[in-house]
T-cell receptor
Framework: DSGVTQTPKHLITATGQRVTLRCSPR?????VYWYQQSLDQGLQFLIQ???????AKGNILERFSAQQFPDLHSELNLSSLELGDSALYFC??????????????FGDGTRLSIL | AQSVTQLGSHVSVSEGALVLLRCNYS??????LFWYVQYPNQGLQLLLK??????LVKGINGFEAEFKKSETSFHLTKPSAHMSDAAEYFC???????????FGQGTRLTINP
């Protein structure tokens, strides 16, 4: 058990819809990272928050947004969903902002299926 | 830009045989390097990490990896494979001061009885 909790485990929805994925980091971790895992793109970094502030951005679409709340949990919002958004979305957390080589600890992911 | 290449998307070994999973990185400065394992329907679990303290890094479940700067490699090995090692393995890199992990495409390890 990594200590990172992601809900829901599975989401099935239709094109054009909007969903919210939730992540609770390990106790004491200030950084939250979101990754997308798909068959064609592999594991891709989306975005990072550190103590409530956006710290780094990766290959995140404009239709996607995220935030980290004062209690340090994070949400990833995906809107105007397309078939290609079907993927496994991982949340990870680490103690610091990542500059010190601290490992990231991953949740079990949310599997998003767009019909 | 940093990148990671894992040679071989599938590796198959016999139980008890040596496991060797290859990872090469491209970076202009020494990076931090990680190996993660993903079992079916689970998240990624950290196996080991290299952060410049020692070139030979020992991880969990009997795995180890050696950082070779001259070869820009960080290959993962285990002397004797066990059936429970069957999983997908990812090599990842991050730069000092950078936050994101850049992952290789993964290597699926199959263990034959």
């Amino acid at each position: 058990d990594s200590g990172v909790t992601q809900t829901p485990k599975h989401l099935i929805t239709a094109t054009g819809q909007r969903v919210t994925l939730r992540c609770s980091p390990r106790s004491g971790d200030l950084s939250v990272y979101w990754y997308q895992q798909s068959l064609d793109q592999g594991l891709q970094f989306l975005i990072q928050y550190y103590n409530g502030e956006e710290r780094a951005k990766g290959n995140i679409l404009e239709r996607f947004s995220a935030q980290q709340f004062p209690d340090l949990h994070s949400e990833l919002n995906l809107s105007s969903l397309e078939l290609g958004d079907s993927a496994l979305y991982f949340c990870a957390s680490s103690v610091d902002s990542g500059g010190g080589g601290q490992p990231q600890h991953f949740g079990d992911g949310t599997r998003l299926s767009i019909l | 830009a940093q990148s990671v290449t894992q040679l071989g998307s599938h590796v198959s070994v016999s139980e008890g045989a040596l496991v060797l999973l290859r990872c090469n990185y491209s970076s202009s400065v020494p990076p931090y390097l990680f190996w993660y394992v993903q079992y079916p329907n689970q998240g990624l679990q950290l196996l080991l990490k290299y952060t410049s303290a020692a070139t030979l890094v020992k991880g969990i479940n009997g795995f180890e990896a050696e950082f070779k700067k001259s070869e820009t490699s960080f290959h993962l090995t285990k002397p004797s494979a066990h059936m429970s090692d069957a999983a997908e393995y990812f090599c990842a890199v991050s730069l000092q001061g950078a936050q994101k992990l850049v992952f290789g495409q993964g290597t699926r390890l199959t263990i034959n009885p």
